[in-house]
């Protein structure tokens, strides 16, 4: 059984920065692709990023490309958001998620394709 436990998230400014972290626990995430998705009130959970499980593939949703980077620490079990420039519309609670497929080169932006999921942390960005 996989946990994941996102952190970071926090009240800030329009066109600041901050940086969501997913440490999972319950056995290693090195072989799985990672996705960051997000979900605003009344809004159906939308797809933000995913990351292979080698980290050399990425992949965003056109709303984010430039301002938002994903990566990963194998060693720690942890997956990052680093979020710039942010938006007033990116409010919203970030959720990660695994992909438990083993070693899968193909990213997915669908989340019923994701098997765990954290339990979210709010991001809220004021105009």
């Known amino acids: 059984q996989v946990q994941l436990v996102e952190s970071g998230g926090g009240l800030v400014q329009a066109g600041g920065s901050l940086r969501l972290s997913c440490v999972g626990s319950?056995?290693?995430?090195?072989?799985?692709?990672m996705g960051w998705f997000r979900q605003a009130p009344g809004k159906e959970r939308e797809f933000v990023s995913a990351i292979s499980w080698t980290g050399g593939k990425t992949i965003y949703t056109d709303s984010v490309e430039g301002r938002f980077t994903i990566s990963r620490d194998d060693a720690k079990n942890t997956v990052y958001l680093q979020m710039k420039s942010l938006k007033p519309e990116d409010t919203a609670v970030y959720y990660c998620?695994?992909?438990?497929?083993?070693?899968?080169?193909?990213?997915?932006?669908?989340?019923?394709?994701?098997?765990?999921w954290g339990q979210g942390t709010q991001v809220t960005v004021s105009s």
């Open positions: 319950g056995r290693t995430l090195s072989s799985n692709a």
């Open positions: 998620a695994a992909d438990v497929r083993f070693r899968s080169n193909t990213l997915y932006s669908s989340w019923n394709e994701y098997d765990y």
